[in-house]
C-alpha cells in the first residue's frame, strides 16, 4: 500500500505576513497600495508569496467588501464578434480600453444578439458601470442597464434626457456631406443604409420606416440627408434606400445591386457607413462601372481601409469615442445621471475627407445602364 499525498497548505494573507514579520496590512497593500510600500518592501512581500504559493487577495472577497468590481462593462447588441471584426467597434474597444488601463480597471463585454429578449447578461454582469454603444431606443438591454444604479454613459445612440452621451453631430456632418454631392450636381441619388430597427428588413426601406427608425443615428442621417435635397428640389419619396440588417462587406455589395437593378439611372450611392460604401464599390467593380466618372460612392467613418481606398466619406475619431466614453464615467467627480440638468454631451468633431470616389454626375450622352 503506497504512502498517502501529503500535499502543503496553501498560503494564507495572514501566514505570509508571520513569515515576512509584517502585518497583514502591510501585506495586502503591496497588492492593493503598491504607493503606500516602498519598492524594495513591496518586492520582499512579493517574492515571498510567489514561494509561498500565495496567490493574492481574494478578487470576490474584496469585491464584496468595497462593493466594487473593478471593471466596466460594454453593451453593444451585437454577436461578441462583431466587436472585433467591425472597424469602428474595434476602435471604440481600444479607446475604451486605454480610459481603462490609465484608471486601473477592466473592460467586461456585454454582447446581446439583435432581437435577444433575455436581458440575463446584464443582470449578471459585476461591473462598476456600463458604457452602452449604439443600440436602438426600443431595446430591452437598455432599460436593463438604466434600471442598475450605477452610471452609464451612451455612445452614439440613443439619446436619453438625463443619460451621458458620447458622438458626433451627425446631422452637421451629413449636411457637409449632402451638399457636396449637390454641388458636384446630383439629383439622381440612391442610399444605403444600417438597420433601422430590431426587427429583419433587406430590402428597400419606406418612408415611413426611415422617419420611425430605432436607431437614432441611422434616422438623423436619412432625415439631414432627406432635408438637404428636398432643399434643392429632389423629391425624397422618389429616392431608393436600401436598409440592411448585417453591416458587412457582402452586404452592402448586395444592398449595392439591389438599389443598381431597379434604379439605373441612380448617378450617387450615399452610405451611412465606410463598410457599406466599400462593399458597394466591390459591386461597381463587378458591373464594370467607372468610379467616379459613371457613379460616385460615398461614405460615413473615416476607416483604415475607406482612406486606402480613397473613398470620400466623413470622419470621425471612433478611438476617441471610447476614450472619451470611458473617462466620462471613471470621472470621480461625476454626479450621477438621470438628472437633466447634470447630463453631459461630448460631442466629437468630424471631418470631410474629399476623396477619389465623388465627381460631377456623367452626363444624358454618358448615361450608362449596367449589365
Not at 467597434?89 to 446581446?112: N, S, T, Y
Not at 466620462?328 to 461630448?346: E, H, M, V
Request: charged content about 25%; hydrophobic content about 40%; aromatic content about 4%.
Amino acid at each position: 500500500m503506497g504512502r498517502p499525498i501529503r500535499t502543503r497548505r496553501q498560503a494564507t494573507l495572514a501566514s505570509l505576513a508571520a513569515e515576512l514579520g509584517v502585518s497583514r496590512t502591510t501585506v495586502s497593500n503591496a497588492y492593493n497600495r503598491p504607493d503606500q510600500l516602498s519598492p524594495e518592501l513591496r518586492k520582499r512581500v512579493l517574492d515571498t508569496a510567489r514561494k509561498l504559493g500565495y496567490p493574492g487577495p481574494d478578487p470576490v472577497a474584496r469585491s464584496l467588501r468595497t462593493r466594487k468590481a473593478g471593471a466596466i462593462g460594454l453593451l453593444l447588441t451585437e454577436n461578441l464578434s462583431y466587436a472585433f471584426r467591425d472597424p469602428a467597434a474595434l476602435g471604440v474597444l481600444e479607446g475604451l480600453a486605454l480610459a481603462c488601463e490609465d484608471a486601473g480597471v477592466g473592460v467586461q463585454l456585454v454582447p446581446a444578439r439583435p432581437g435577444e429578449e433575455d436581458v440575463a447578461t446584464v443582470h449578471r454582469a459585476g461591473v462598476d458601470g456600463f458604457v452602452v454603444y449604439s443600440v436602438p431606443d426600443d431595446d430591452p438591454h437598455l432599460n436593463a442597464v438604466l434600471q442598475r444604479p450605477v452610471p452609464t454613459v451612451i455612445i452614439d445612440q440613443p439619446v436619453l434626457s438625463g443619460v451621458d452621451r458620447v458622438a458626433p453631430d451627425d446631422a452637421a456632418a451629413m449636411t457637409t456631406l449632402a451638399y457636396h454631392l449637390i454641388e458636384l450636381g446630383h439629383r439622381e441619388i440612391g442610399v444605403l443604409c444600417m438597420r433601422l430597427s430590431r426587427d429583419r428588413n433587406d430590402g428597400f426601406a419606406s418612408r415611413d420606416r426611415q422617419e420611425k427608425a430605432h436607431y437614432h443615428v441611422q434616422r438623423t442621417r436619412l432625415t439631414t440627408l432627406a432635408e438637404s435635397f428636398e432643399a434643392v428640389g429632389v423629391d425624397w419619396s422618389t429616392v431608393p434606400v436600401v436598409e440592411r440588417f448585417e453591416h458587412t462587406l457582402d452586404e452592402g455589395a448586395s444592398a449595392a445591386r439591389q438599389l443598381l437593378d431597379a434604379n439605373p439611372q441612380v448617378t450617387a450611392i450615399i452610405c451611412t457607413s465606410d463598410i457599406l460604401a466599400l462593399g458597394a464599390l466591390n459591386e461597381a467593380q463587378r458591373r464594370g462601372l467607372r468610379v467616379p466618372a459613371d457613379l460616385s460612392i460615398t461614405g460615413f467613418d473615416g476607416i483604415a481601409d475607406a482612406e486606402r481606398a480613397e473613398l470620400t466619406t466623413v470622419y470621425q475619431p471612433v478611438r476617441e469615442k471610447g476614450r472619451s466614453a470611458g473617462n466620462l464615467l471613471l470621472d470621480p467627480t461625476r454626479r450621477g445621471q438621470g438628472n437633466p440638468l447634470n447630463q453631459q454631451i461630448i460631442t466629437l468633431e468630424t471631418e470631410l475627407r474629399i476623396g477619389k470616389t465623388s465627381a460631377p454626375p456623367r452626363t444624358a450622352e454618358q448615361h450608362w445602364f449596367g449589365p
